[in-house]
Protein backbone atom coordinates (compact mmCIF):
# COMPACT_ATOMS: atom_id res chain seq x y z
CA UNK A 1 0.00 0.00 0.00
CA UNK A 2 2.79 2.41 0.74
CA UNK A 3 4.36 2.32 -2.63
CA UNK A 4 0.96 2.99 -4.52
CA UNK A 5 0.22 5.84 -2.03
CA UNK A 6 3.87 7.03 -2.95
CA UNK A 7 3.32 6.53 -6.63
CA UNK A 8 -0.10 8.52 -6.00
CA UNK A 9 1.27 11.27 -4.53
CA UNK A 10 4.05 11.72 -7.20
CA UNK A 11 1.17 11.84 -10.34
CA UNK A 12 -0.06 14.15 -7.76
CA UNK A 13 2.46 16.73 -7.74
CA UNK A 14 3.18 16.18 -12.05
CA UNK A 15 -0.67 17.41 -12.26
CA UNK A 16 0.50 20.29 -9.90
CA UNK A 17 3.63 21.24 -11.91
CA UNK A 18 1.43 21.05 -14.50
CA UNK A 19 -1.31 23.29 -13.66
CA UNK A 20 1.56 26.09 -12.28
CA UNK A 21 3.43 25.81 -15.80
CA UNK A 22 -0.27 26.33 -17.43
CA UNK A 23 -1.18 29.31 -14.88
CA UNK A 24 1.80 31.00 -13.37
CA UNK A 25 3.72 33.01 -16.77
CA UNK A 26 7.01 33.19 -15.23
CA UNK A 27 6.79 28.99 -14.78
CA UNK A 28 5.54 29.24 -18.90
CA UNK A 29 8.69 31.23 -19.93
CA UNK A 30 11.01 29.99 -18.52
CA UNK A 31 10.09 26.56 -19.71
CA UNK A 32 10.82 24.81 -16.54
CA UNK A 33 9.27 21.07 -16.69
CA UNK A 34 6.41 20.32 -14.74
CA UNK A 35 7.81 17.53 -13.33
CA UNK A 36 10.52 19.56 -11.89
CA UNK A 37 8.05 22.14 -10.69
CA UNK A 38 5.81 19.17 -9.29
CA UNK A 39 9.11 18.00 -7.43
CA UNK A 40 9.62 21.16 -5.52
CA UNK A 41 6.58 21.42 -4.20
CA UNK A 42 6.56 17.82 -2.81
CA UNK A 43 10.06 18.35 -1.47
CA UNK A 44 8.46 21.31 0.20
CA UNK A 45 5.54 19.34 1.28
CA UNK A 46 7.41 15.97 2.69
CA UNK A 47 9.51 18.41 4.79
CA UNK A 48 6.18 20.14 6.68
CA UNK A 49 5.89 18.17 9.78
CA UNK A 50 3.29 16.08 9.76
CA UNK A 51 2.35 15.78 6.10
CA UNK A 52 3.71 12.34 5.80
CA UNK A 53 1.82 11.12 8.33
CA UNK A 54 -1.10 12.43 7.42
CA UNK A 55 -1.27 11.74 4.12
CA UNK A 56 1.07 8.10 4.48
CA UNK A 57 3.83 9.27 1.58
CA UNK A 58 7.08 7.32 2.73
CA UNK A 59 9.99 9.42 1.44
CA UNK A 60 12.10 6.12 1.82
CA UNK A 61 9.98 4.63 -0.79
CA UNK A 62 9.82 7.68 -2.98
CA UNK A 63 13.29 6.94 -3.35
CA UNK A 64 12.95 2.91 -3.65
CA UNK A 65 10.50 4.08 -6.90
CA UNK A 66 13.27 6.63 -7.87
CA UNK A 67 15.70 3.72 -7.86
CA UNK A 68 13.46 1.26 -10.28
CA UNK A 69 11.91 3.84 -12.94
CA UNK A 70 15.69 4.86 -12.77
CA UNK A 71 16.22 1.69 -14.30
CA UNK A 72 13.45 1.54 -16.27
CA UNK A 73 13.91 4.55 -18.14
CA UNK A 74 17.40 3.38 -19.85
CA UNK A 75 15.84 -0.13 -20.54
CA UNK A 76 13.75 1.97 -22.16
CA UNK A 77 16.28 3.66 -24.37
CA UNK A 78 17.79 0.64 -25.00
CA UNK A 79 14.71 -0.91 -26.75
CA UNK A 80 14.13 2.33 -28.74
CA UNK A 81 16.22 2.22 -32.05
CA UNK A 82 18.94 4.55 -31.93
CA UNK A 83 17.77 7.69 -34.13
CA UNK A 84 19.68 8.37 -37.21
CA UNK A 85 21.12 12.08 -37.90
CA UNK A 86 19.95 13.25 -41.22
CA UNK A 87 21.83 12.50 -44.24
CA UNK A 88 24.06 10.00 -42.33
CA UNK A 89 24.62 6.32 -42.22
CA UNK A 90 24.05 3.91 -39.00
CA UNK A 91 27.84 3.84 -38.86
CA UNK A 92 28.31 7.50 -38.93
CA UNK A 93 25.59 7.45 -36.10
CA UNK A 94 27.42 5.18 -34.20
CA UNK A 95 30.62 6.74 -34.50
CA UNK A 96 29.04 10.05 -33.43
CA UNK A 97 26.90 8.10 -30.06
CA UNK A 98 30.73 6.27 -29.02
CA UNK A 99 32.24 9.78 -28.99
CA UNK A 100 29.38 11.57 -27.29
CA UNK A 101 29.26 9.06 -24.18
CA UNK A 102 32.58 8.48 -24.03
CA UNK A 103 33.91 12.09 -23.98
CA UNK A 104 30.45 12.61 -21.35
CA UNK A 105 31.56 10.02 -19.22
CA UNK A 106 35.42 11.17 -19.13
CA UNK A 107 34.21 14.64 -18.49
CA UNK A 108 31.91 12.87 -15.66
CA UNK A 109 34.57 11.11 -14.54
CA UNK A 110 36.81 14.54 -14.62
CA UNK A 111 34.82 16.57 -12.85
CA UNK A 112 34.08 13.76 -9.83
CA UNK A 113 37.92 13.87 -8.68
CA UNK A 114 38.61 17.68 -9.19
CA UNK A 115 35.11 18.96 -7.42
CA UNK A 116 35.60 17.32 -4.05
CA UNK A 117 39.54 19.22 -4.22
CA UNK A 118 37.57 21.85 -4.64
CA UNK A 119 35.27 21.65 -2.27
CA UNK A 120 37.82 20.61 0.25
CA UNK A 121 39.64 23.91 -0.62
CA UNK A 122 36.57 26.37 -0.76
CA UNK A 123 35.60 25.12 3.31
CA UNK A 124 38.80 25.03 4.57
CA UNK A 125 39.67 28.75 3.47
CA UNK A 126 36.03 29.64 4.66
CA UNK A 127 34.86 26.81 7.49
CA UNK A 128 36.91 27.67 10.66
CA UNK A 129 34.52 30.83 10.70
CA UNK A 130 31.40 28.67 11.50
CA UNK A 131 33.13 25.62 12.63
CA UNK A 132 32.93 23.43 9.83
CA UNK A 133 35.57 21.01 8.83
CA UNK A 134 37.13 20.53 5.90
CA UNK A 135 36.54 17.08 5.07
CA UNK A 136 32.88 18.14 4.69
CA UNK A 137 33.76 19.79 1.04
CA UNK A 138 35.23 16.32 0.54
CA UNK A 139 31.39 15.70 0.00
CA UNK A 140 30.36 17.34 -2.93
CA UNK A 141 31.29 14.95 -5.28
CA UNK A 142 29.09 12.12 -4.00
CA UNK A 143 25.95 14.99 -4.19
CA UNK A 144 26.76 16.81 -7.39
CA UNK A 145 28.17 13.79 -9.84
CA UNK A 146 26.16 11.23 -8.27
CA UNK A 147 23.19 12.35 -6.64
CA UNK A 148 20.44 11.87 -3.68
CA UNK A 149 20.65 8.42 -3.44
CA UNK A 150 24.16 7.77 -3.60
CA UNK A 151 25.03 11.14 -1.33
CA UNK A 152 23.15 9.56 1.14
CA UNK A 153 24.22 6.48 1.32
CA UNK A 154 28.44 7.21 1.81
CA UNK A 155 27.21 10.45 3.91
CA UNK A 156 25.52 7.65 6.39
CA UNK A 157 28.86 5.71 5.97
CA UNK A 158 31.39 8.63 6.66
CA UNK A 159 29.29 9.08 9.48
CA UNK A 160 28.90 6.06 11.26
CA UNK A 161 32.74 5.73 11.09
CA UNK A 162 32.82 8.65 13.15
CA UNK A 163 34.88 10.51 10.80
CA UNK A 164 32.63 13.25 9.82
CA UNK A 165 29.37 14.13 12.08
CA UNK A 166 26.37 14.98 10.09
CA UNK A 167 27.86 14.59 6.95
CA UNK A 168 24.81 12.01 5.54
CA UNK A 169 22.69 15.44 6.33
CA UNK A 170 25.06 17.40 5.26
CA UNK A 171 25.49 15.39 1.85
CA UNK A 172 21.98 15.49 1.16
CA UNK A 173 21.82 19.63 1.29
CA UNK A 174 23.88 19.26 -1.32
CA UNK A 175 22.59 17.02 -3.54
CA UNK A 176 18.82 19.17 -3.11
CA UNK A 177 20.93 22.29 -4.03
CA UNK A 178 22.88 20.87 -7.21
CA UNK A 179 19.36 19.18 -8.18
CA UNK A 180 18.04 23.09 -7.88
CA UNK A 181 21.02 23.92 -9.67
CA UNK A 182 20.60 21.75 -12.26
CA UNK A 183 17.23 23.27 -13.36
CA UNK A 184 17.34 26.63 -12.19
CA UNK A 185 20.05 27.14 -14.44
CA UNK A 186 19.65 24.51 -17.16
CA UNK A 187 16.37 25.42 -17.92
CA UNK A 188 17.30 28.82 -18.99
CA UNK A 189 20.34 27.53 -20.76
CA UNK A 190 17.57 25.27 -23.10
CA UNK A 191 15.85 28.39 -23.90
CA UNK A 192 18.49 30.69 -24.66
CA UNK A 193 19.62 27.42 -27.13
CA UNK A 194 16.27 27.22 -28.13
CA UNK A 195 16.33 31.02 -29.59
CA UNK A 196 19.73 30.55 -30.94
CA UNK A 197 18.76 27.81 -33.13
CA UNK A 198 21.46 25.74 -31.52
CA UNK A 199 19.31 22.36 -31.10
CA UNK A 200 18.91 20.39 -33.36
CA UNK A 201 15.30 19.55 -33.68
CA UNK A 202 13.18 22.03 -31.68
CA UNK A 203 10.00 22.98 -30.86
CA UNK A 204 8.75 26.34 -32.04
CA UNK A 205 7.88 28.52 -28.90
CA UNK A 206 4.23 29.00 -29.29
CA UNK A 207 2.06 30.06 -26.51
CA UNK A 208 0.90 26.29 -26.35
CA UNK A 209 4.60 25.28 -25.98
CA UNK A 210 5.31 27.77 -23.11
CA UNK A 211 2.04 26.59 -21.49
CA UNK A 212 3.06 23.09 -21.84
CA UNK A 213 -0.51 21.47 -22.99
CA UNK A 214 -1.73 21.84 -26.72
CA UNK A 215 -4.98 23.26 -27.71
CA UNK A 216 -7.58 20.65 -29.42
CA UNK A 217 -6.45 22.36 -32.65
CA UNK A 218 -2.76 21.73 -32.03
CA UNK A 219 -3.22 17.99 -30.98
CA UNK A 220 -1.66 16.43 -34.30
CA UNK A 221 1.13 14.42 -33.09
CA UNK A 222 0.43 10.55 -32.26
CA UNK A 223 1.98 8.70 -29.32
CA UNK A 224 2.82 5.90 -31.46
CA UNK A 225 1.55 3.05 -34.03
CA UNK A 226 -1.43 0.60 -33.30
CA UNK A 227 0.65 -2.56 -33.84
CA UNK A 228 -1.38 -5.48 -31.76
CA UNK A 229 -4.87 -5.84 -31.95
CA UNK A 230 -6.53 -4.29 -28.68
CA UNK A 231 -8.72 -7.24 -28.63
CA UNK A 232 -5.50 -9.46 -27.94
CA UNK A 233 -3.19 -7.05 -26.49
CA UNK A 234 -3.46 -3.83 -25.54
CA UNK A 235 0.00 -2.07 -27.96
CA UNK A 236 0.47 0.24 -24.38
CA UNK A 237 0.67 -3.45 -22.45
CA UNK A 238 2.68 -5.16 -25.17
CA UNK A 239 5.74 -2.19 -24.95
CA UNK A 240 5.54 -2.54 -21.33
CA UNK A 241 5.75 -6.11 -21.24
CA UNK A 242 8.89 -6.05 -23.06
CA UNK A 243 10.60 -3.55 -20.33
CA UNK A 244 9.22 -5.86 -17.94
CA UNK A 245 11.01 -9.19 -19.45
CA UNK A 246 13.96 -6.95 -19.91
CA UNK A 247 14.22 -6.24 -16.52
CA UNK A 248 14.00 -9.50 -15.33
CA UNK A 249 17.04 -10.46 -17.63
CA UNK A 250 18.64 -7.46 -16.42
CA UNK A 251 18.64 -8.84 -12.71
CA UNK A 252 19.59 -11.93 -13.50
CA UNK A 253 22.23 -11.76 -16.00
CA UNK A 254 23.47 -9.21 -12.95
CA UNK A 255 23.53 -11.80 -10.68
CA UNK A 256 26.07 -13.87 -12.53
CA UNK A 257 27.92 -10.61 -13.56
CA UNK A 258 28.34 -10.22 -9.67
CA UNK A 259 29.77 -13.76 -9.22
CA UNK A 260 32.89 -12.31 -10.94
CA UNK A 261 35.59 -12.08 -8.27
CA UNK A 262 36.81 -8.92 -10.51
CA UNK A 263 36.70 -5.29 -8.56
CA UNK A 264 35.57 -3.78 -11.98
CA UNK A 265 33.25 -6.39 -12.90
CA UNK A 266 31.41 -6.26 -9.96
CA UNK A 267 31.08 -2.51 -9.72
CA UNK A 268 28.96 -2.69 -13.31
CA UNK A 269 27.37 -5.24 -12.10
CA UNK A 270 26.10 -3.54 -9.35
CA UNK A 271 24.38 -0.66 -11.49
CA UNK A 272 21.04 -2.36 -12.48
CA UNK A 273 20.32 0.51 -15.00
CA UNK A 274 23.97 -0.10 -16.61
CA UNK A 275 23.01 -3.72 -16.79
CA UNK A 276 19.63 -3.11 -17.51
CA UNK A 277 20.14 -0.51 -20.76
CA UNK A 278 22.39 -3.18 -22.45
CA UNK A 279 20.15 -6.60 -21.94
CA UNK A 280 17.73 -4.06 -23.48
CA UNK A 281 20.24 -3.65 -26.89
CA UNK A 282 20.63 -7.63 -26.65
CA UNK A 283 16.61 -7.74 -26.53
CA UNK A 284 16.33 -5.43 -29.45
CA UNK A 285 18.89 -6.77 -31.22
CA UNK A 286 16.90 -10.17 -30.78
CA UNK A 287 13.59 -8.53 -32.08
CA UNK A 288 15.21 -7.43 -35.40
CA UNK A 289 16.56 -11.06 -35.78
CA UNK A 290 13.29 -12.43 -35.93
CA UNK A 291 11.74 -10.17 -37.64
CA UNK A 292 9.16 -8.73 -34.31
CA UNK A 293 10.80 -5.48 -34.33
CA UNK A 294 8.26 -4.66 -37.20
CA UNK A 295 5.35 -4.86 -33.72
CA UNK A 296 7.55 -2.46 -31.73
CA UNK A 297 7.16 1.27 -32.44
CA UNK A 298 9.82 3.78 -31.43
CA UNK A 299 7.93 6.41 -30.92
CA UNK A 300 5.44 4.54 -27.88
CA UNK A 301 8.55 3.38 -26.45
CA UNK A 302 10.24 6.93 -26.17
CA UNK A 303 6.78 7.88 -24.81
CA UNK A 304 7.46 5.10 -21.78
CA UNK A 305 10.66 6.69 -21.53
CA UNK A 306 9.71 10.29 -20.71
CA UNK A 307 7.17 8.78 -18.18
CA UNK A 308 9.66 7.34 -16.23
CA UNK A 309 12.15 10.13 -16.39
CA UNK A 310 8.90 12.36 -15.23
CA UNK A 311 8.03 10.35 -12.19
CA UNK A 312 11.72 9.83 -11.40
CA UNK A 313 12.10 13.28 -11.20
CA UNK A 314 9.10 14.21 -9.04
CA UNK A 315 9.99 11.01 -6.72
CA UNK A 316 13.95 12.17 -6.23
CA UNK A 317 12.55 15.82 -4.84
CA UNK A 318 9.91 14.04 -2.39
CA UNK A 319 12.88 11.52 -1.49
CA UNK A 320 14.95 13.71 0.11
CA UNK A 321 14.17 14.85 4.03
CA UNK A 322 16.41 17.93 4.70
CA UNK A 323 16.54 20.14 8.26
CA UNK A 324 19.66 22.42 6.92
CA UNK A 325 22.17 22.71 9.70
CA UNK A 326 21.60 26.53 10.48
CA UNK A 327 25.28 27.29 11.36
CA UNK A 328 27.07 25.92 8.14
CA UNK A 329 24.29 27.27 5.93
CA UNK A 330 26.60 30.00 4.98
CA UNK A 331 30.00 27.89 3.91
CA UNK A 332 27.48 25.27 2.38
CA UNK A 333 26.03 27.79 0.12
CA UNK A 334 28.87 29.41 -1.01
CA UNK A 335 30.81 26.42 -1.88
CA UNK A 336 27.53 25.01 -3.41
CA UNK A 337 27.47 28.13 -5.82
CA UNK A 338 31.07 28.29 -6.82
CA UNK A 339 31.62 24.47 -7.28
CA UNK A 340 28.63 25.34 -9.48
CA UNK A 341 29.92 27.92 -11.44
CA UNK A 342 33.33 25.56 -11.99
CA UNK A 343 31.05 22.94 -13.16
CA UNK A 344 28.72 25.02 -15.50
CA UNK A 345 32.13 26.75 -17.15
CA UNK A 346 33.60 22.90 -17.75
CA UNK A 347 30.02 21.96 -19.29
CA UNK A 348 29.79 24.39 -21.63
CA UNK A 349 33.52 24.83 -22.80
CA UNK A 350 34.22 21.19 -23.11
CA UNK A 351 30.58 19.86 -24.06
CA UNK A 352 30.05 22.36 -26.81
CA UNK A 353 33.48 20.35 -28.34
CA UNK A 354 32.44 16.82 -28.42
CA UNK A 355 32.12 16.50 -31.89
CA UNK A 356 28.64 16.04 -33.91
CA UNK A 357 25.16 18.09 -34.58
CA UNK A 358 23.85 17.45 -31.01
CA UNK A 359 26.57 19.16 -29.08
CA UNK A 360 24.36 21.80 -27.38
CA UNK A 361 22.00 18.99 -26.40
CA UNK A 362 24.99 16.81 -24.84
CA UNK A 363 26.21 20.07 -22.73
CA UNK A 364 22.64 20.46 -20.95
CA UNK A 365 22.84 16.67 -20.07
CA UNK A 366 26.33 16.96 -19.14
CA UNK A 367 25.28 19.39 -16.89
CA UNK A 368 22.62 17.83 -15.23
CA UNK A 369 24.23 14.57 -14.67
CA UNK A 370 27.25 16.68 -13.01
CA UNK A 371 24.77 18.65 -10.73
CA UNK A 372 21.78 16.02 -10.27
CA UNK A 373 22.03 12.47 -12.24
CA UNK A 374 21.47 10.88 -15.56
CA UNK A 375 17.57 10.95 -15.33
CA UNK A 376 17.95 15.03 -14.45
CA UNK A 377 19.87 15.42 -18.05
CA UNK A 378 17.59 13.66 -19.90
CA UNK A 379 14.88 15.92 -18.78
CA UNK A 380 17.01 19.06 -19.64
CA UNK A 381 17.33 17.34 -22.98
CA UNK A 382 14.15 16.75 -23.45
CA UNK A 383 13.05 20.68 -23.34
CA UNK A 384 14.96 21.56 -26.68
CA UNK A 385 14.74 17.91 -28.08
CA UNK A 386 11.02 16.27 -26.67
CA UNK A 387 10.68 13.80 -28.80
CA UNK A 388 14.38 12.19 -28.45
CA UNK A 389 15.56 12.08 -32.18
CA UNK A 390 18.85 13.03 -31.27
CA UNK A 391 21.44 10.60 -29.88
CA UNK A 392 22.16 12.37 -26.97
CA UNK A 393 19.67 10.80 -24.05
CA UNK A 394 20.94 7.22 -25.58
CA UNK A 395 24.69 8.44 -24.81
CA UNK A 396 23.55 9.44 -21.32
CA UNK A 397 23.29 6.03 -20.69
CA UNK A 398 26.40 4.49 -22.71
CA UNK A 399 28.61 7.15 -20.97
CA UNK A 400 27.99 5.28 -17.77
CA UNK A 401 30.77 2.78 -18.87
CA UNK A 402 33.69 5.70 -19.28
CA UNK A 403 32.28 6.66 -15.57
CA UNK A 404 32.84 3.30 -14.30
CA UNK A 405 36.71 3.83 -13.87
CA UNK A 406 36.25 6.94 -11.28
CA UNK A 407 33.88 5.65 -8.51
CA UNK A 408 36.46 2.39 -8.39
CA UNK A 409 38.33 3.55 -5.45
CA UNK A 410 34.33 3.17 -3.74
Given amino acids: MSAMIAFSWIGIMLLVGMICRAKIPFLANILMPASVIGGVVGFILVN ?7 TGVDPAMCN ?4 FFFTLSFISIGLTATPKEAGKSSGETAKQMVKGSLGMGLLWGAMYCFTPVLGFAIIAAIGPMFGMDAG ?7 AFCQGPGQSAAFGAQIEAAGALPGAGQVAITYSVIGFLFAFLVGVPLAKIGLKKGLASHPEKLSTSVLKGIYKPEEQTETCGKITTYNGNIDVLAFHMALVGLTFILAI ?5 IMMVPISIVKTMGSMTFFVGLFVAYGVKW ?3 KLNLKQYHDDVLQARITGTTTD ?8 AVQMSVIGKWLVPIMVMCVLVGLFTLAVAIFFGSRLGGSCDFERTLGLWGCLTGTCPS ?16 ATEMGAMNAAMIPGTLKH
Avoid at 64 to 67: C, D, T, Y
Avoid at 252 to 256: E, G, I, L
Fill in 48 to 54: IPGFTTA
Fill in 252 to 256: TVQKF
Fill in 377 to 392: GVALIRIVDPNLKTTA
Fill in 136 to 142: YGGLIQF
Fill in 311 to 318: FLIVGAFM
Fill in 286 to 288: VLV
Fill in 64 to 67: QIVG
